[in-house]
């Protein structure tokens, strides 16, 4: 089975732009939830979406969306980029019994 | 507020020593996770724990689950250089997300 898919993997930006990041979950996996790991906040929450519906938000600002699509990929938006948004934004989906999330690779965006 | 903390955040361990990892938690929980990061790299997942009591072993890993103490541990066996690693517990509260600990950077001395 093939994991969860990232595009792109690299991103380099500047501050005020936009930037829309992708994601395909593991076939048969309907939830999608999308984290931002920086050194110092580590792993925090964005959003979580379950058969196009957000279930659940962090407390990230406005700037930050996300949508799903009916195949379950999902994409997040971030707008009016700021220096502090450069991190790595990782997606997992998950689904089945044990509701494991599991990770895609990654998009690293750097924010100039 | 929900919270999940792991000590240590870094540890160095020489080669064929144990060695444990904890996680602790806020609130009522009975499923958490346990990730490995790899430098650069995103997280794999290591173990499920979904009651009151689990114990998962993998190799040279073994995590465990103590409900009522809100308490769980990734315990290492022998320790070699190949799990050298950061090593993330992570609580689902039932609020449709994972709460991450802060992680454990550990790194293992031939």
């Known amino acids: 089975k093939a994991g969860v898919t990232q595009t792109p993997r690299y991103l380099i930006k500047t501050r005020g732009q936009q930037v829309t990041l992708s994601c395909s979950p593991i076939?048969?996996?309907?939830?999608v939830s999308w984290y931002q790991q920086t050194p110092g906040q580590g792993l925090q929450f964005l959003f979580e979406y379950f058969s196009e519906t957000q279930r659940n938000k962090g407390n990230f600002p406005g700037r930050f969306s996300g949508r799903q699509f009916s195949n379950s990929r999902s994409e997040m938006n971030v707008s009016t980029l700021e220096l502090g948004d450069s991190a790595l934004y990782l997606c997992?989906?998950?689904?089945?019994?044990?509701?494991?999330?599991?990770f895609g690779p990654g998009t690293r965006l750097t924010v100039l | 507020e929900l919270k999940v903390e792991q000590n240590p955040l870094f540890l160095s361990m020489q080669e064929g020593k144990n060695y444990t990892i904890y996680c602790n938690y806020s609130t009522t929980s009975d499923r958490l996770y346990w990730y490995r990061q790899d430098p650069g790299k995103s997280l794999e997942s290591l173990f499920v724990l979904l009651s009151n009591g689990a114990v998962k072993q993998e190799g040279r890993l073994m995590a465990s689950l103590d409900t009522k103490a809100r308490l769980s541990t990734l315990h290492i066996t022998a320790a070699v250089h190949d799990l050298s690693a950061t090593y993330f517990c992570?609580?689902?509260?039932?609020?449709?997300?994972?709460?991450f600990g802060t992680g454990t950077r550990l790194t293992i001395i031939p």
């Open positions: 997992a989906s998950s689904g089945g019994l044990t509701d494991t999330q599991y």
């Open positions: 992570a609580v689902d509260f039932g609020n449709e997300k994972l709460t």
């Open positions: 076939s048969g996996h309907r939830s």
